[in-house]
């Protein structure tokens, strides 16, 4: 026997981890790390895939390099990104959908407005046609007519509704080749991933939230075309609701498929919900006429909406239980970024401590450090001219670590910033004081003052074995440089 978790058990574990992390009042922190400047492999550095284990995690803290804080803001939900392509034909919004299917049934245009398909074009046998009409051109006169919050036909037979649009911010933050953003307003802003409405999109949105429809028969399905009608029959829709109604379109003496019309018409009006009804959580579909006793009877089943209605909760209506984090160093990001260096890891930490645990709160705040171990050479050992991504091995091979970054104390003594790991050739410090360590490349050698981990200014060292490691995500090598920003996006599925 098979059981499963629900989409409403996804959302509600994603809203509780979206929920605090925008908190701002909390002492709940996440950040960002790089790291890995040693190769894959000495020879090919070919990427090697973590694995969901407690000695891939402890590697992931190992290789620190630099933590950049997640800011409250620099995140948002993403589903897989869907444009609105002119000749494609799309899916329409189902209830048997597990997930989100390929053939999406929503769509993102070229000036970012969102929009979900309630029904798309049929042929009388029931094919799905293309999409030729962009549903933003229709949109524009929607609004200067204010029925922004209504489903709408366009010329190609698809039924749109509008969502949302994406601002500018969102769009340089969390649109990418694969994910675009979701965006939830409300004039009050008081549910979970739901901001407050400034701008004339957001309020837009803010009222196709307000005006949305509960349990609509958004379709029928036709289960079995049956077969053998003399005529069309006529389609009855009863269930706890009430309103919805629809027409039969014939394939020859079969069942086509079924439009959604309002009681009494021919045709899907250019505004349009009636034909959907509301209040249904249950309904059954019924056809009749048009059949005699050779007729085999076709089998249809209700479509029926969301509870809350399409619109309602955007999240919800695109089935979104996966969250985007971004950030973008920009070259040395005041000291705590390495350059002229690599990284090959990048991973979601949350709730780091201070190992000083008289720190004031011991959770680290500070929003980006450069972390690490630091073996510092003695006095007069500043010019020695050691190499980043170079092995030093301690007298005797006891130690070998892997340099990341190289600095002075301002005076004269030497700082090799390093890190260790499962590698075969590297083995774990600390380096002992008083003995000589040898750079494998640059052949140099200097004498051990002492080792310790990185020291924050005024605030001791950050404990990075503390907290929680969320996600892992290994890559081909990334160089840095002064002048280079990168674009970090991180996203959690749940």
Same mark, same amino acid.
């Given at each position: ?11 509600? #574990? ?24 040693? &190769?894959? *492999? ?52 189902? *209830? ?61 037979? #698809? ?15 969390? +649109? ?28 837009? &949105? ?11 028969? +958004? ?93 309602? =909760? ?8 996966? =969250? ?89 003594? +030497? ?37 310790? !981990?990185?020291? &924050? ?7 990075? #074995? ?17 002048? &280079?920003? !990168?674009?970090?996006?991180?996203? +959690?599925?749940?």
């Amino acid at each position: 026997m098979t059981a499963i978790a629900t989409d409403d058990l996804k959302f509600r #574990y994603s809203e509780l981890l979206f929920t605090e992390i925008k908190n701002a009042t909390d002492s709940n922190h996440f950040y960002v790390g790089i790291g890995k400047s040693d &190769q894959y *492999d000495s020879a090919n550095d070919t990427i090697i895939d973590p694995v969901n284990r407690n000695k891939d995690h402890l590697e992931a803290r190992n290789n620190l390099q630099s933590l950049l804080k997640i800011a409250e803001g620099s995140m948002s939900y993403v589903v897989p990104r869907s444009n609105w392509v002119s000749g494609t034909p799309y899916e329409s919004w189902k *209830d048997h959908h597990d997930g989100i299917p390929s053939n999406k049934y929503y769509v993102m245009t070229d000036n970012l407005e969102v929009f979900i398909c309630l029904e798309n074009s049929k042929s009388t046998a029931g094919d799905t046609q293309a999409s030729t009409i962009n549903p933003s051109s229709v949109r524009a006169t929607l609004q200067q007519g204010h029925g922004i919050d209504k489903a709408f036909k366009t010329s190609d037979g #698809y039924i749109w509704k509008f969502l949302y649009a994406i601002e500018t911010a969102k769009q340089a933050a969390f +649109l990418s080749s694969n994910f675009m953003p979701l965006q939830n307003q409300d004039s009050a802003g008081n549910l979970p991933g739901v901001a407050t409405a400034t701008t004339s999109a957001q309020t837009d &949105q803010a009222k196709v939230r307000k005006c949305a429809t509960s349990g609509q028969v +958004l379709g029928v399905e036709v289960v079995n075309a049956g077969g053998g009608y003399t005529g069309t029959p006529t389609i009855t829709i009863t269930g706890d609701g009430a309103g919805a109604a629809g027409l039969v379109v014939m394939n020859g003496t079969s069942i086509g498929h079924i439009q959604m019309i309002p009681a009494g018409k021919n045709a899907v009006t250019t505004m349009r919900d009636s034909g959907m009804g509301s209040g249904y959580n249950f309904a059954r579909v019924e056809i009749s006429g048009a059949d005699d006793s050779s007729t085999t009877h076709a089998t249809l089943r209700a479509i029926i909406g969301p509870r809350d209605g399409i619109g309602s =909760l955007a999240t919800h209506d695109l089935k979104s239980s996966s =969250l985007m984090f971004n950030v973008k160093p920009a070259g040395t990001q005041s000291g705590t970024f390495n350059i002229s260096q690599d990284f090959r890891q990048i991973s979601l930490l949350r709730n780091l401590d201070y190992t000083d645990s008289a720190v004031a709160g011991n959770r680290v705040t500070q929003g980006q450090a450069r972390v690490g171990r630091i073996c510092k050479l003695t006095s007069g050992s500043k010019s020695l001219a050691f190499q980043t991504d170079e092995k030093i091995t301690q007298s005797g091979g006891a130690v070998v670590g892997w340099v990341d970054y190289i600095d002075s104390d301002g005076s004269t003594s +030497l700082q090799l910033y390093y890190h260790h790991n499962e590698r075969v050739d590297l083995k774990s410090g600390p380096f002992i004081g008083g003995q000589t360590v040898t750079g494998s490349v640059s052949g140099i050698t200097g004498t051990v003052s002492t080792d310790t !981990e990185t020291v &924050q200014s005024g605030l001791g060292a950050i404990d990075r #074995y503390s907290g929680d490691i969320l996600y892992i995500d290994n890559r081909a090598r990334i160089e840095r440089t002064e002048t &280079q920003t !990168e674009d970090i996006k991180i996203i +959690l599925s749940v």
